[in-house]
Each structure stands twice: as structure tokens, then as C-alpha cells.
């Protein structure tokens, strides 16, 4: 069973950046940060590949957010720049099963969810 402890985050003023990391415990394929506001369905924010080679943006983040994974340390880490009100929500970081190695948008392709860090961007 694989665990997943998120640290980071919290308020940030538009123009700034906050930095996110995901913590895994077991093996695991790709990991991912989705986000979700109030009142809005979860949305794909970025995720990672297993091997750290591939990467996937949503439309919204990309150009302005970075995900990084460190397999030695089990951590993958997502860097927020330039944020803005928009960027507002809980923030979840999920992981696939150690045989899904190459990157996904789908939220079904992630079988482990933590719980959830509060992202706020003041205007």
C-alpha cells in the first residue's frame, strides 16, 4: 500500500511562487498533482513519469509550474511560479501503480491520493 504525505502549501500573492512536495512511501509508477477548486470538478495540474525523463502540463499551469522527482528520495516536487487567483485550490498529489510508467492526464490511471493541501493566491 503506498502513502503519500503533501507539504507546502498555503498563501502566496499573485506574482509569487510556493513550492509543493509529495512524499511516497512503496513503489510507484507515475505521480501526479491535481488541484481542485470550490464548486469545480478535480483538474490535471502536471505530472511525472516514472523513470523522471517525461513530463506532462495542464493547459493553465504550463509555462509557469515545474515538476521534478527525486526516485532516490521518493519525492516529486512541484515548483509554482507566477501564480495567480486562478490558482487557488486544494492541491493533491496521486500516484499510479508501479506499472504505469508513462505520463497521464486521466484521473483514473492514479490509484493513491493524499490528502489534500489548501493553496491560496491573493489578489
Known amino acids: 500500500q503506498v502513502q503519500l504525505v503533501e507539504s507546502g502549501g498555503g498563501l502566496v500573492q499573485t506574482g509569487g511562487s510556493l513550492r509543493l512536495s509529495c512524499a511516497a512511501s512503496?513503489?510507484?509508477?507515475?505521480i501526479g498533482w491535481f488541484r481542485q477548486a470550490p464548486g469545480k470538478e478535480r483538474e490535471f495540474v502536471a505530472c511525472i513519469s516514472r523513470s523522471a525523463f517525461s513530463t506532462k502540463y495542464g493547459a493553465s499551469v504550463k509555462d509557469r509550474f515545474t515538476i521534478s522527482r527525486d526516485n532516490a528520495k521518493d519525492t516529486v516536487n512541484l515548483q509554482m511560479n507566477s501564480m495567480n487567483p486562478e490558482d487557488t485550490a486544494v492541491y493533491y498529489c496521486?500516484?499510479?501503480?508501479?506499472?504505469?510508467?508513462?505520463?497521464?492526464?486521466?484521473?483514473?490511471?492514479?490509484?493513491?491520493w493524499g490528502q489534500g493541501l489548501q493553496v491560496t493566491v491573493s489578489s
Open positions: 512503496g513503489r510507484t509508477g507515475i
Open positions: 496521486a500516484a499510479a501503480d508501479y506499472d504505469k510508467a508513462y505520463v497521464s492526464s486521466s484521473l483514473s490511471a492514479y490509484r493513491y
